[in-house]
Each structure stands twice: as C-alpha cells, then as structure tokens.
C-alpha cells in the first residue's frame, strides 16, 4: 500500500520560514513526480509546485513562485517544501501527492495524498 | 486555465441521479480528474482521464467529456456521498481546480 506521510507544520510569525516534509513508503519516490497541494480555511484546493520525478524540473503557483522551494531527496523517499516569507494568506493545511500516468509531468492523475499539515501563519 | 463548476451548491435525496458539471476555459484533452472531498478529511480522487474510475471508487460514479466540457454523474446518491465535488486539469501548469460544488441533503 503506498502510503505519503507528511510532517513539519506548525505555527509561524509572519515573515518566517517551515520545511515541509512528506515521506513515501511502499513505492520508490524516485520514480514519480511530486506536488504540493494546499486548502486555506474554508476554502478550495490550491496547487502549489510540482517537480520532476529527478528533480531536474520544477514548477509553482504564482502566489508562491520566488518564496516556496519544492525539492527531493530521492534515496530518503523524501518529498520537501521550503517555504520562506510566509505571509497570513499562506495559512492552509498543506498535501503532497503522487503523480502518475504521466509524459513526463503531464499526468493524468495526482494520487494517493498525504494526510494534509496545517501551516499557521500568525503574530 | 479557469476551470467553472456548475452548480456551486447542489440538495438532492438518497436514491437521487446526480450530474456536475465543469467548463474549462480551453480544451484540456481528457487530462480531468473528480475529486470527493468531506470536511475535515483528505481529498480522494474519483475520477482520473476524465472517465477512468479510480481502484476502489463504487461504479455509481462516472466521468465524461473531452476538450472543454465534462461531467461527473452519480447514478443513484448514497448517504456517504454528501460532500464536496472539485474538478481538476492536468493538462498545463498551473494545475488548477474548480470551486468546488457542495452536494447536500435534501
């Protein structure tokens, strides 16, 4: 069974930095893309950033480009996201997700999801 | 590439045949995929290629179309079904979702 377990959330001032983290078992990370999904309060589905099942590509939203760094380390099984410069906006519980059917990040399918993080951005 | 749903809110009744629908502002192939998400729970993914029901989702769900217009149909409504429905494309980046649509008990 492929299970993504997610750790690293928390409570930040505005302005700080979190790592997220999101480990896979039951499958070899290296060989899926990733992504970073988020949902603030109440709201939608956001996506966040995608990358490569190398690494080699990487993808973001708008609203995070230049503050949010996805990254990988493939021999760990272990998917991270750098976020920097949080502001209040980026209060949301945070999922990674599998990629899969794809040539080579255009998927078909984004599967399973990690049990979500709630990211807290307040003063 | 804005994804509209319709309708936003939806009361239908156990037993119930029910359709959402999701207009994509260009044409996506069938890189669409229907998601079910309950509150407070993880999003699950119904639906994937438009019409490729997902292992373990009942066959009362079912997805259709290609290009712009698609639909996610529930063939007779049960009560673990009340929850939000979100379309989403995987054709370019940025990913993006519709806004969900709230399927409610009558």
């Known amino acids: 069974e492929v299970q993504l377990l997610q750790s690293g959330g928390g409570l930040v001032q505005p302005g700080g930095s979190l790592r997220l983290s999101c480990t896979a078992s039951?499958?070899?990370?290296?060989?899926?893309?990733m992504n970073w999904v988020r949902q603030a309060p109440g709201k939608g589905l956001e996506w966040v950033s995608t990358?490569?099942?190398?690494?080699?590509?990487?993808y973001y939203a708008d609203s995070v480009k230049g503050r949010f760094t996805i990254s990988r380390d493939n021999s760990k099984n272990t998917l991270f996201l750098q976020m920097n410069s949080l502001g209040v906006e980026d209060t949301a519980v945070y999922y990674c997700?599998?990629?899969?059917?794809?040539?080579?990040?255009?998927?078909?399918?984004?599967?399973?999801w990690g049990q979500g993080t709630l990211v807290t951005v307040s003063s | 590439i804005q994804l509209t749903q319709s309708p936003s809110s939806l009361s239908a009744s156990v037993g119930d045949r029910v359709t959402i629908t999701c207009r994509a502002s260009?044409?996506?192939?069938?890189?669409l995929a229907w998601i079910q998400q309950k509150p407070g729970k993880v999003p699950k993914v119904l639906i994937y290629?438009?019409?490729t029901l997902q292992s373990g989702v009942p066959s009362r769900f079912s997805g259709s179309g290609s290009g712009t217009d698609f639909t996610l149909t529930i063939s007779s409504l049960q009560p673990e079904d009340f929850a939000t429905y979100y379309c989403?494309?995987?054709?370019?980046?940025?990913?993006?979702f519709g806004q969900g649509t709230r399927l409610e008990i009558k």
């Open positions: 990358i490569s099942d190398d690494g080699s590509g990487t």
């Open positions: 997700a599998r990629s899969d059917f794809c040539h080579p990040v255009k998927c078909f399918l984004v599967d399973p």
């Open positions: 039951g499958i070899t990370l290296g060989d899926y893309a």
């Open positions: 989403q494309q995987l054709n370019s980046f940025p990913i993006t």
């Open positions: 260009q044409a996506i192939s069938s890189y």
């Open positions: 290629s438009a019409s």
